[in-house]
Structures are given as C-alpha cells and as structure tokens.
C-alpha cells in the first residue's frame, strides 16, 4: 500500500475501530439467535393454492436488527426480518441486489393490482430431508426455504429466517412476500407476532395484497 | 476488527482508482476515499457484505459518496468548503496520488467515450474491464441479473468498437 493508504488506515482504526470492534463482539451472538427461526407449517406436504402459501409466524424483537439480507456462498439470498419496520430497507436492498423479492403489507383497503402467476409443476411446500427444515416450493427448485428450526420450539421464536434462491425466479415474475401483525392469545397472555405468506406474481408486482 | 483491516488492505487500491477516474484532484481522490472506509466501518455489522461480495459491497458505498460528493459540489457554499481539505496530504503522498491518477487517464477517456449510453451500461463496463469484476459481481453490484449485464456489456462494447478510432480493444 501507499503511504497514504497506510496512513489512512491508521486513521481509521484509531478514530472508528473502537466502535465497530465493539459492533463486532455484539454482533456475532446475535447473528447466531437469528436463525431460530420457525417456518410453521401444517405438517407433512401441503398441496399449494395458487394463493398465499405458507405462514411463517415470529416474534418481534427490539434488540435486534430489523432485517438482513446475506448472500450466500452458493448464490442464494438469506433474509431474516425481526420486525415490521424493516421491510422497507429489506426491499431495498433485495433491489439493489437484483433479487426479484418484495415484500408488501396486507392491507384492508390494497386496491393494487395483482396477478398470481401459475406455480410450477410439483409446487409443495414440503419437509426436507433434514429434520427440523420445511421448504415452500413456487416454481422449479426452492424459493424459499426456512433456515433452521431449533428442537423443542413450535411456538415462540426469536426471528425469522428464509433462504431464496433467485435464479429459479421465473422471468417476468416477482416472490411477493406479506407481513402483518397477528395477536396470539394464550390463556391471559397475548404476544404479539409477525404472520408472513408468500406466492408468486407476475410483474409488475404488487405493492400491497387486501387481507 | 482483524477482518475489516484485510478487507481494506484487500480493496482500499481499487476504492482510490475508482475515485482517480472521476477526479484529477489528489486531495478530493484522498477525502473521498476516506470518507468511503468511514462508511463502510459504520454498516460493516448491520449491512455488512457476504462472503465473496466484499468489492461490490464496497463499490456500492464508494458510488454514494461519490453521488453525495457531486450534490454537494453543484453548492457552491459546501464546494467552497470542500476545499478546506480535510485530510491534509504530505508532498510524497500527492505524488503517488497524482501517479495513480495518472494511470486512471485513459480509463476515464474511455468512460467519457461512453457518455452518451445509459449510465448502468457504463457502469458495467467500467466495473468488468477497468475494476476487473466478474460480470456476475458486477451484475449485483449494479442490480440487474447477470444475463442483462451481459447484454448491456455487449451493447457497449459495440458502441465502444463502432465510435473508437485508435486502440480501444474488447
């Protein structure tokens, strides 16, 4: 390196390293508990509709990051979501990426309009071999596939975490992802959780979807 | 804080050739370096890149530092104050700025050549022939698919061919 490169570096790490080395330590547990995340499923192969999929149900959590979005060393994209406000910054990311992935509200008044596109031959939402990890199929190949589902968990959880695989996005069509807000009632405990569907659009895709 | 200095050292060559192309100005190729590593250690944890996409990533940050940079220099109170360098440069490292801005020359004759394209088109041609991306990282780093890349890269290096009249080769 250059001497002004040196320097520059020596810069940094005296004036920003405390904080991200900081940044750093916090950050690795967190990474791990990301991906307790639970795909809930009614059980066994489910035969899709050609609407909404799947629910995916999580809890909210304020002490972690909204949302993420990893690219994987095989090209597939992991989005975690941790709450509502993220979706946004996750959508724009996904863009950035190339990724044809939105995720919109389901809304009472959502006029938009929406056209499901037909879903592939064997679309599935299915157990994988692996105990513990549910696929949803839309087309050829997983779109999207839930992370990792801890023993012993079925119904809280500390995150959300689905693995995409853009390339078998059909041309021409977008992964619409919804979210809201749902109301768990346990006895005299209510919890509140984030309800996610999934179903493949043709574009332009939509903004919003009616509930 | 290990893996960001590698990540630096890996990149920091490329960052300040991408501002050598834009600028013949050591000192606003040395701030606006700076000011891209700066960036890039705040989201490092929250918006961190994924292994293998650590030069997009970065040249992700390096384009809105340079955006902002452009913003702010259409003002002419904030040019006025960007020229109160903010980072002060020795005479050794003006001239090693001042030589690797120079190697940038024709790099940026080619990118003005191109002017007339859209500006992802160019984009793509500088990333895969001057700041040597594979097209598939340039494809993320621009957001399109691979496959529109290539086309877009083909679309360029045709205008490159038909408008070039000495040695530009693709």
Same mark, same amino acid.
């Given at each position: 390196m250059s001497s002004f490169e040196e320097r520059l570096w020596s810069e940094l790490a005296r004036d920003h390293g405390e904080p991200l080395a900081s940044a750093l330590g916090r950050a690795r547990p967190t990474r791990r508990l990301r991906t307790?995340?639970?795909?809930?499923?009614?059980?066994?192969?489910?035969?899709?509709?050609?609407?909404?999929?799947?629910?995916?149900?999580?809890?909210?959590?304020?002490?972690?990051?909204?949302?993420?979005?990893?690219?994987?060393?095989?090209?597939?994209?992991?989005?975690?979501?941790?709450?509502?406000?993220?979706? *946004?910054?996750?959508?724009?990311?996904? !863009?950035?990426? #190339?990724?044809? =992935? +939105? $995720?919109? &509200?389901?809304?009472?008044?959502?006029?938009?309009?929406?056209?499901?596109?037909p879903l592939g031959a064997g679309a599935l939402a299915q157990r994988t071999e692996?105990?513990?990890?549910?696929?949803?199929?839309?087309?050829?190949?997983?779109?999207?596939?839930?992370?990792? *589902?801890?023993?012993?968990?079925?119904? !809280?959880?500390? #995150?959300?975490? =689905? +693995? $995409?695989? &853009?390339?078998?996005?059909p041309r021409g069509e977008t992964v619409v992802m919804t979210v809201r807000l749902i109301d768990n009632r346990t006895g005299a405990r209510t919890s509140h959780a984030i309800g996610m569907s999934a179903g493949l659009y043709r574009n332009p895709a939509p903004s919003c979807l009616p509930i | 804080m290990d893996e960001f200095e590698a990540l630096y050292r890996a990149h920091v060559g490329a960052v300040t050739a991408f501002f050598a192309r834009r600028t013949r100005n050591p000192q606003l190729v040395a701030d606006l370096t700076a000011d891209t590593f700066v960036e890039a250690m705040g989201s490092y944890v929250s918006h961190g890149p994924a292994d293998g996409s650590e030069r997009p990533w970065l040249f992700a940050i390096a384009k809105r530092v340079?955006?902002?940079?452009?913003?702010?220099?259409?003002?002419?109170?904030?040019?006025?104050?960007?020229?109160?360098?903010?980072?002060?440069?020795?005479?050794?490292?003006?001239?090693?700025?001042?030589?690797?801005?120079?190697?940038?020359?024709?790099?940026?004759?080619?990118?003005?050549?191109?002017?007339?394209?859209?500006?992802?088109?160019?984009?793509?041609?500088?990333?895969?022939?001057?700041?040597?991306?594979?097209?598939?990282?340039?494809?993320?780093?621009?957001?399109?698919?691979?496959?529109?890349?290539?086309?877009?890269?083909?679309?360029?290096?045709?205008?490159l061919r038909k408008e070039s009249t000495n040695d530009v080769q693709f």
């Open positions: 307790r995340a639970v795909l809930v499923l009614g059980g066994g192969a489910i035969a899709l509709a050609a609407a909404a999929v799947a629910t995916l149900v999580l809890t909210a959590s304020t002490t972690t990051p909204a949302y993420a979005v990893v690219v994987n060393r095989d090209g597939s994209v992991t989005l975690t979501l941790n709450e509502l406000l993220g979706t *946004r910054a996750a959508n724009a990311r996904l !863009a950035s990426l #190339g990724i044809r =992935v +939105r $995720i919109v &509200p389901r809304e009472a008044g959502c006029t938009a309009k929406a056209e499901l596109a692996r105990r513990n990890v549910e696929s949803i199929l839309l087309a050829e190949g997983a779109l999207l596939q839930q992370v990792a *589902r801890p023993p012993g968990h079925n119904t !809280a959880f500390d #995150g959300l975490a =689905v +693995r $995409i695989h &853009p390339d078998v996005i | 340079y955006a902002k940079h452009c913003e702010r220099a259409s003002r002419r109170a904030d040019a006025a104050r960007r020229d109160e360098a903010r980072r002060a440069l020795n005479e050794d490292e003006t001239e090693q700025l001042a030589e690797r801005i120079d190697t940038q020359r024709s790099a940026r004759e080619l990118l003005a050549a191109l002017a007339t394209l859209p500006a992802i088109d160019r984009e793509a041609i500088e990333l895969v022939h001057l700041a040597g991306f594979t097209p598939k990282e340039a494809a993320a780093a621009v957001g399109v698919s691979p496959g529109a890349l290539r086309v877009r890269l083909f679309r360029a290096r045709a205008k």
